[in-house]
Structure formats: structure tokens, C-alpha cells
């Protein structure tokens, strides 16, 4: 358990809705990291924050957008949902600064139908 | 800015030896490597840093040539808990974030 929890763990949704996923770091570490991992394929990344600022943006389309909040907790929005967007979505977490191992949760799966 | 890996699959038996070089064409401040088992979080193995030796534990270990931006990771003597996807990881000077590589698919075979 690497002490970062991700909710939901799975979710099935219909083309053009839009999601909420959640993720929860583990305690103390300020840096939040969202990647997208499409089947049987790497790891995109997607957007980072720090301590309640974004800190550094990836390949994020402009249907998603994420925040954090001031507990640390973050949160990725999907919307306008399209079949490509299926993927699994991975939070890590990571404390202050370069040079610190970024912690994965378990993912978030997410079909679009 | 996405780091390279080679090779992009690998198939071994048990107890071989292998090697996975991650490369990038920028400067890095530090190496990440992880594991990751199909349909499962990617599991961390070693990090190294600029200016840092080579690192190891058990029979996996991992060098940086931060000159040439390299690094190879190091599996010896490889078992059956080996097998899934290798991801590099490359965090430059100048952001915290870590671009991952494509991964390298290693299976190992009895």
C-alpha cells in the first residue's frame, strides 16, 4: 500500500458525460501528479501540482482539468467523454521538491461507452 | 521530452541476465525506475540522482550516466517476479515533474 488512495477504483460511463476522480496523497507529501495509461500502453503525463498551485501541465486536453484542494487532496475532471478517453488514470504523490520518489495509487479505471 | 527505452521487449529464463537503457535528449536531475505488473500501479524500484553513485539492492541495480543522460538498469540472475513492464522515469533541471518512457515488456520464463 503505498498510501495514496484513489476513488473511484472503477467507472463506466456513457460518451459526452463527465467525470470526477479523486485522489487522496500520502500524509505529508505536497506534490500531486496525474497520469493517463491508455491499454497496454505508457504513462502520459498529465498535470502536477504543488501545494495548491499548478505546478507543471503535460498532454492534458483542454475537456480535462484538475485542482488541489487545500487539504492536498486533488481531483481530475473529464468531460465531454469520448471512447478514446478509456484509460486508466493514475495519481501519485510525492514530497517538496526535485529528486523524491513519486508514490502511485492503485489507478482509476475508466471505460467510456 | 519523452525518454527512450531499449530494448522494448525482452524475453528471458530464468536465473539469465538483463539490461534496460533509458535515454534523453535533455540534461537530467535524476533517474526513476519502476515496475509495473499488467493492470496494476507501477511499483517503485530506485531513484538516482545527478552526481549520485550507482545504486542496487537484491539483484537489481541501476547506474546514471549523467553526461551522456543515460541510465541502464541491471537485472541479474532474474526469477519468475520479474516479468511485467520496466518504465523509466526522467525529471529534468528545471521541473519536479517525471516524463516516463515507453516502457520495456520483460518476461521471464521457467
Known amino acids: 500500500d503505498s498510501g495514496v488512495t484513489q476513488t473511484p477504483k472503477h467507472l463506466i460511463t456513457a460518451t459526452g458525460q463527465r467525470v470526477t476522480l479523486r485522489c487522496s496523497p500520502r500524509s505529508g507529501d505536497l506534490s500531486v501528479y496525474w497520469y493517463q495509461q491508455s491499454l497496454d500502453q505508457g504513462l502520459q503525463f498529465l498535470i502536477q501540482?504543488?501545494?495548491?498551485?499548478?505546478?507543471a501541465k503535460g498532454n492534458i486536453l483542454e475537456r480535462f482539468s484538475a485542482q488541489q484542494f487545500p487539504d492536498l487532496h486533488s481531483e481530475l475532471n473529464l468531460s465531454s467523454l469520448e471512447l478514446g478517453d478509456s484509460a486508466l488514470y493514475f495519481c501519485a504523490s510525492s514530497p517538496h521538491g526535485s529528486g523524491n520518489t513519486i508514490y502511485f495509487g492503485e489507478g482509476s479505471w475508466l471505460t467510456v461507452v | 521530452q519523452q525518454p527512450v527505452q531499449s530494448p522494448q521487449a525482452v524475453i528471458l529464463r530464468e536465473g539469465e541476465d538483463a539490461v534496460i537503457n533509458c535515454s534523453s535528449s535533455?540534461?537530467?536531475?535524476?533517474v526513476h525506475w519502476y515496475r509495473q505488473k499488467h493492470g496494476e500501479a507501477p511499483v517503485f524500484l530506485m531513484i538516482?540522482?545527478?552526481?549520485?553513485e550507482q545504486k542496487g539492492h537484491d539483484k537489481i541495480s541501476a547506474s546514471f550516466n549523467e553526461k551522456k543522460q543515460q541510465s541502464s538498469l541491471y537485472l541479474t540472475a532474474s526469477q519468475l517476479s520479474y516479468s511485467g513492464t520496466y518504465f523509466c522515469g526522467t525529471e529534468d533541471a528545471s521541473y519536479d515533474k517525471v516524463i516516463f518512457g515507453p516502457g520495456t515488456s520483460l518476461s521471464v520464463i521457467p
Open positions: 535533455k540534461a537530467l536531475y535524476s
Open positions: 501540482y504543488y501545494n495548491g498551485e499548478e505546478r
Open positions: 538516482l540522482l545527478k552526481g549520485g
